[in-house]
DNA sequence: GGTTGTGAAGTAATTCACAGCA
DNA sequence: TGCTGTGAATTACTTCACAACC
């Protein structure tokens, strides 16, 4: 039985939310308190987690580290989602360092830029390349996800290069919106979209 | 009749669909080349179209300019929404000049750091103050969106201050998750999670 | 041929409500 | 009492199909 998008989406967010809450030192959890913290309604929060494997018990609530199990399980974030960032800018220089991106499930392998300069001079743990090699090296590394934070003009040619090059997943921050073929996954984060959203909620309702 | 919310996520990005184009030297446009350039359906953008007011013109297509208003007003776009950046890292920083931001219904007025160094530095065509100075400043210069871009230990704090003194929306862009009384509608922008949701959409399909 | 706009039909997601358990 | 887990009921959304139009 397949799991409906929106529960996806709400189950990444949760898991955001287990490990805030693991960081903070609790180990046990519910519903009605990841309702608190998530926004999502509790009897939401159940069913989508019906979708896992008996992830609770039945009376008390949830083992965090069993639940997080269960949802990257059922997520299929299990192995290692080995990623690179185009565009070393002021966003792609945060995103490098982003605190969560060197989980476990993900690790960035290369961080690009056009200018050689720019490589040069900046220290970073991440492998850095010129962004002419980028085919090349998510050939060689197997990068299956790439995050573009690259200006607008040149972000639909950065992500062809790396739909061609085999990519499974564009992640893409430019104001642009990149389409990709069926089984390559994408996902836009513009945030004026964002933005417009909020400005929408509060002036309409 | 109000409009579904996923019919206004849809609505907001292909406003920004819509000013590509217009960029590009377009006037006139079709459901089926916007579902070209944003993904959706077509019969589906059509749909979201009848919420609006005779947005298009049956048998001919859609004048852009005509239907980015017919949008904008139906989503509630109209006036001028004042918005702040709390936080002037590399994140922060780039948002402020974030192409898009200042566009007709946004507008960027103030900026904030903890540090006042930073701020003495910096130039900016957006005026910038100490931390400190949030309520303040979001009182007198009547902001109505506080957007977050300071690491996730803070986040929750400036949230805090934010609603306190009235904010109405809050785009957040730090790895926790902010949550809001009922009147302020909140957006967290947490890249993890969209890394997460694209992975596991490579990985479980 | 092309297009929009929309009621009707179909599908999907949410919410309810309660049994079963601690 | 407070919790989970889940069928059933409800609601919401999407897709279809076609009339009206260029």
Redesign the interface.
Known sequence: M??PEPT??RL??I???LE?LEQEGNSFTSSSKLE????FPSHTIRKDFSFLNNPGRTGSGYEISALKGAISQS?????E?R?CVVGL???G???LE????N?G??KIVAGFDRSVNKIEMMDSTVELFPAYKLEEIILQKKI??GIIAVP?DVAVAVAQKMIDAGV????NFA???V?APEGV?????????????????????
Chains 1, 2 share one sequence.
């Open positions: 397949s799991i996806i989406k990444c967010k898991l955001s939310t805030i608190q913290i998530s926004g997520l299929g974030l299990v192995g989602n990623a800018g002021r966003l220089s945060s995103l982003y605190p969560g991106f989980n499930n993900f299956d996800i607008a499974r997943g564009i992640l104001p642009v919106r389409v996954v994408v996902q836009n984060v513009y945030a004026v979209d964002y933005l417009r959203f909020i400005a929408s909620m509060i002036n309409q309702r």
